[in-house]
């Protein structure tokens, strides 16, 4: 009998799934994540380079203790969560000193509490990263988002957000009512700017009558 086939949220689940010129309206279902807060310019910040240092030892170690349960899966991508106090911040001013983030990685259905609890004990072990004190595993609850792929760099992002808020949102009478979202489906360590691919996630609510 051959082995079942790893879990794999980007081809398996399908609020992974987005097209570059579309914008996709669906309901996200709520899910857990390794989750580390932080602010400031993610290029910059010793705080967002320390959040991906606790963030990606843990993911690796939640999949060999859930592997070692019977249930294997592909580390999902990394995500995150943004805001500030002003939308231009992200869409035309694109300062990003004045940004507040959550760095996280999802954490699979198949993978019980107690075993997360294991992982982040597996390398609490070792060599300590500076930020897994404030690694936390929480729930997030988007519900009806809109989102679409965004391919090329980071800083291109811009006038699509722009289109999302200033036209998409309020031709379809929705207000957007939660964090920016991005899941980070190419890695920028080893792929070219031009082919980065980034969904761009932003939990909506139809507007209220004034």
Not at 71 to 94: C, I, K, N, Q
């Amino acid at each position: 009998m051959s082995a079942p086939e790893r879990l794999d949220v980007r081809r398996d689940l399908d609020h992974y799934r987005a097209r570059r010129g579309e914008f996709r309206d669906l309901v996200v279902p709520a899910q857990r994540y390794l989750m580390v807060d932080g602010a400031g310019d993610p290029n910059t910040a010793p705080a967002y380079a320390e959040a991906l240092a606790a963030l990606y030892p843990v993911a690796y170690a939640v999949k060999f203790v859930s592997r070692a349960a019977g249930h294997d899966h592909v580390v999902p991508p990394l995500e995150a969560l943004w805001w500030a106090p002003d939308l231009a911040m992200f869409t035309t001013a694109r300062d990003k000193s004045a940004w507040c983030w959550t760095a996280m990685i999802l954490v699979p259905d198949h993978v019980p509490d107690a075993l997360v609890e294991t992982a982040v004990a597996a390398v609490a072990a070792k060599p300590r990263p500076t930020a897994l004190d404030r690694l936390r595993l929480d729930r997030l609850d988007e519900g009806r988002c809109v989102q679409t792929l965004h391919v090329g760099p980071y800083d291109d992002e811009g006038p699509v957000l722009a289109r999302l808020h200033d036209e998409v949102l309020p031709a379809a009478g929705l207000q957007p009512t939660g964090r920016h979202h991005e899941i980070y489906l190419g890695d920028p360590r080893r792929t070219a700017p031009e082919r980065l691919r980034t969904v761009l996630r932003q939990p909506v609510a139809y507007l209220r009558p004034s």
